[in-house]
T-cell receptor
Framework: GQSLEQPSEVTAVEGAIVQINCTYQ??????LSWYQQHDGGAPTFLSY??LDGLEETGRFSSFLSRSDSYGYLLLQELQMKDSASYFC????????????WGAGTKLIIKP | EAQVTQNPRYLITVTGKKLTVTCSQN?????MSWYRQDPGLGLRQIYY???????DKGDVPEGYKVSRKEKRNFPLILESPSPNQTSLYFC??????????????FGPGTRLTVL
């Protein structure tokens, strides 16, 4: 089967750096995506790692290591507006055109 | 403005009363999908469509139907809703190019309550 695991909740301080991990068990996949969802809102796409390594987009970076079955989302210079849930997702080679989603990590930011 | 729209945004209904949630996108995307979101369970895919007249089951298709007669529309049909279908529903779309399936654009969501 295929599954992704994320911590259910992470707490950090405004201005700090936080890392949200995503570990997965799947026979193979095409890449790792990250989405952000504010309370009451829709998920919005943040990043996609097709290859191993680090992808940087402004204050957000995403990392993938296929050999370690591991990825993470790094948020720098945290702002209160970053308080949200963050989901990782993969499209497995065995899952046709479905995305398999993690259960999400709620990021709580304290002043 | 490029967007995915859903209607209605909120719906309270009773068990067994057929309902349809509409979804429309204006980005000429081939791929469209329906998800339900329940607390602690993340997003679970109900159905998806690779293109017009092509649909396939996701992880939790029981109790739902879809159709894709036009590229822009992908309605979700609950023939006989039950209380366990009370949930937050999202429609999403993405272009059909490789890798792009991973970048999905979501509608605002439909909060459905079945009494």
């Amino acid at each position: 089967g295929q599954s992704l695991e994320q911590p259910s909740e992470v707490t950090a301080v405004e201005g700090a750096i936080v890392q949200i991990n995503c570990t997965y068990q799947t026979s193979g996949f095409y890449g790792l995506s990250w989405y952000q969802q504010h309370d009451g809102g829709a998920p919005t796409f943040l990043s996609y790692n097709a290859l191993d390594g680090l992808e940087e987009t402004g204050r957000f970076s995403s990392f993938l290591s296929r050999s370690d079955s591991y990825g993470y989302l790094l948020l720098q210079e945290l702002q209160m507006k970053d308080s949200a849930s963050y989901f990782c997702a993969v499209r497995g080679v065995d899952s046709n055109y479905q995305l398999i989603w993690g259960a999400g990590t709620k990021l709580i930011i304290k002043p | 403005e490029a967007q995915v729209t859903q209607n209605p945004r909120y719906l309270i209904t009773v068990t067994g009363k057929k309902l349809t949630v509409t979804c429309s996108q204006n980005m000429n995307h081939e791929y469209m999908s329906w998800y339900r979101q329940d607390p602690g369970l993340g997003l679970r895919q109900i159905y998806y469509s690779m293109n017009v007249e092509v649909t396939d089951k996701g992880d939790v298709p029981e109790g739902y139907k879809v159709s894709r007669k036009e590229k822009r529309n992908f309605p979700l049909i609950l023939e006989s809703p039950s209380p366990n279908q009370t949930s937050l529903y999202f429609c999403a779309s993405s272009s059909g190019t490789s890798g792009a399936y991973n970048e999905q654009f979501f509608g605002p969501g439909t909060r459905l309550t079945v009494l």
